[in-house]
């Protein structure tokens, strides 16, 4: 038996995840993580005087995905002319443990936190949501709009970046692709961007909140994807407060999301008020929204299950369809 690998390139990674499968995949890999089905060390990490590399392994069983993704985030490296963040995937076969694809990790690890969303918002918004605020105009706001777009029909976008110009080539880049609609109106003000919309999405490295949760409108859900250390806080007090809180993992929720921790630290919430992980609503073991004046809030800050699964189904995509390139060893 040949010993060979598949390279995926980020190419070949976005024609091999598509949303839609990326999205049902998150489901099964946050079930298995909530009913014990997976096995997920702590993350590895290794320092140097330069940057930091993660090490993330995961194992589901149920649909028996085996995976490894390998992050490197170095400061300086943008003075050399390189990304500040490089990573690479790696899917394992369970029965062998032969590694058998090697993939580009930051457009995986894109596509997987926009699934993730996705997820979370086919799960809990309401089924006649429409419009949709995106704050934050990066790489991770376009995956949030079209995982948003994947699950409901939505009609109208409204886009708010502090940086205007970010925001009007946010608006120009995605009108009218894939499910995405072609009426985005970019806001001079966050306020401007929420204070209608059905869903919102909070896609920022921001340490202070990026909008006023008083003018959040009954009904609305909110998904919060982009802070993921204690240092970083999206959403506001009356925000947190006044959502129904769904997390991707209670325990990574606990070490990494800022706006959580703050207010447990403070007194103004206690563990009772976080709800479920989303993978216990989709097992059946917790409710989700009741009623269409809830607000409801996904928070995610990642986990290795929807890495490990990325990477099997864009493996067995790439091999239906010959992308990549294999290399024998």
Not at 175 to 195: E, F, L
Not at 299 to 320: C, Y
Request: charged residues 20%.
């Amino acid at each position: 038996m040949s010993n060979s690998v598949r390279i995926l390139s980020a190419t070949d990674v976005k024609q091999a995840l598509p949303m839609a499968d990326a999205i049902e995949g998150m489901k099964a890999a946050y079930k298995q993580l909530s009913v014990g089905e997976a096995n997920v060390p702590l993350r590895g990490r290794v320092n140097t005087p330069a940057g930091v590399t993660l090490v993330m392994p995961a194992y589901l069983e149920q649909s028996d995905d085996l995976g490894v993704k390998i992050v490197s985030v170095f400061p300086d490296n943008p003075s050399r002319g390189l990304p500040t963040i490089h990573a690479m995937v790696l899917a394992l076969d369970p029965e062998t443990g032969q590694v058998l694809a090697m993939m580009e990790g930051g457009s995986l690890t894109a596509i997987r936190t926009g699934a993730g969303a996705g997820a979370g918002t086919d799960i809990l918004a309401r089924p006649d949501a429409k419009s949709v605020a995106i704050i934050g105009s990066g790489v991770q706001a376009r995956t949030q709009l079209e995982a948003v777009c994947t699950v409901r029909q939505i009609e109208k976008v409204w886009v708010y970046s502090p940086t205007k110009t970010n925001a009007e080539k946010f608006a120009a880049e995605m009108a009218g692709q894939g499910p995405i609609p072609q009426d985005i109106v970019v806001t001079d003000a966050s306020t401007d961007a929420i204070k209608d919309a059905h869903i919102i999405c909070a896609a920022t490295t921001s340490k202070t909140p990026v909008f006023d949760g008083t003018q959040v409108k009954l009904g609305t859900h909110i998904n919060g994807v982009g802070s993921f250390t204690p240092e970083m806080i999206e959403l506001d007090e009356t925000t947190v407060k006044q959502s129904l809180i769904v997390m991707d993992s209670k325990e990574a929720v606990l070490e990494e999301a800022g706006e959580i921790i703050t207010l447990l630290e403070q007194g103004i919430i206690d563990e009772s008020h976080l709800h479920a992980e989303l993978g216990e609503i989709i097992a059946g073991s917790k409710s989700g929204r009741v009623d269409d004046q809830q607000i409801t809030f996904f928070k995610s800050v990642g986990v290795a299950v929807q890495d490990a699964i990325s990477a099997s189904i864009a493996l067995k995509n790439a091999e239906a369809h010959n992308l990549g390139t294999v290399v024998e060893l």
